[in-house]
């Protein structure tokens, strides 16, 4: 991904994610001569490769140290381990020390205590930050957030960059937060089958991100949507689409709707004006 992001004009990119594959490691060093790299580290081990293929390379990598304050995945879990591994980095060459990161950003609006989470999230990353600080290591980042968490994000002090990207497209479940961005991409599906209380698309998981539930129609009301593999099958009232029609649906999940397709067709005033290539899709190896 980080390679489309620099084919496409993007001269700073953070990587934000543990890199340890040593095809990968070497990959990466090499989008060092044409964009600034960070990457996000929270092991010693990885940074030790990518430390020795920047010095060959002749080129800087940055990091930020990776610090676990919600999620219990990737990152660092105490200030202690932080602080151990800034000293190690210091002493690797090829490499700049940026600051530090975490993700809380998978906090959704219905969560069970939501604000406190978020709150203690960027309380541990404050106090990793500080602790950096204090024994003379420079923290320019403090990287966090999604754009569910985009308001707590801008007001709290201690975050400088943010690592929202649902926004640009939007996705249903955000738009009660009166954030100034909307719904702009639509699944269009082709009614195939027809019986007096529903309609079925050719509209199915193949094409439609589900993790945050089935598709929103758009410009229709429907009484039930269940989707499978290959279908979606909509109840509904009368008058039913007829066989060949189409209905557009806002997936309810962007990013992984987009992973499934090699192109989306652009529109402006209703009319197709392009068609643009997703050039960072299936990019997992």
Not at 127 to 153: H, I, K, N, Q
Request: proline letters at 5%; charged letters at 25%; hydrophobic letters at 45%.
């Amino acid at each position: 991904e980080a390679e489309a992001m620099v084919d496409a004009g993007f001269d700073d990119i953070l990587i934000a994610n543990e890199v340890v594959d040593f095809d990968k490691v070497r990959r990466l060093v090499d989008l060092g001569h044409r964009a600034n790299i960070t990457v996000a580290a929270d092991a010693i081990e990885p940074i030790e490769a990518v430390s020795s293929d920047a010095v060959t390379a002749g080129v800087t990598v940055g990091v930020l140290i990776d610090v676990d304050i919600l999620l219990h995945r990737c990152g660092v879990g105490t200030t202690g381990e932080a602080l151990d591994l800034a000293r190690k980095i210091e002493r690797l060459p090829g490499l700049r020390l940026r600051g530090i990161m975490g993700y809380e950003g998978r906090l959704r609006l219905r969560d069970d205590d939501r604000s406190g989470k978020i709150a203690r999230a960027y309380a541990a990353l404050a106090e990793v930050a500080a602790a950096l600080r204090d024994v003379g290591f420079p923290v320019d980042v403090v990287s966090a957030a999604g754009t569910s968490t985009l308001r707590e994000a801008l007001a709290d002090p201690t975050i400088t960059e943010l690592q929202c990207g649902v926004y640009a497209l939007m996705e249903p479940e955000l738009l009660v937060m009166d954030l100034p961005f909307r719904c702009a991409a639509s699944l269009r599906g082709t009614v195939i089958s027809r019986h007096p209380d529903r309609v079925v698309l050719n509209l199915g998981r193949r094409v439609v991100g589900m993790e945050y539930g089935p598709p929103v129609p758009v410009g229709f009301s429907a009484q039930k949507i269940a989707i499978s593999d290959e279908h979606a099958t909509i109840t509904l009232g009368e008058p039913l689409p007829a066989l060949g029609s189409t209905l557009d649906l806002t997936p309810g999940q962007i990013r992984t709707t987009f992973n499934l397709h090699d192109h989306v067709w652009v529109s402006r005033g209703g009319q197709i004006v392009d068609r643009w290539p997703i050039t960072a899709r299936g990019s997992s190896q």
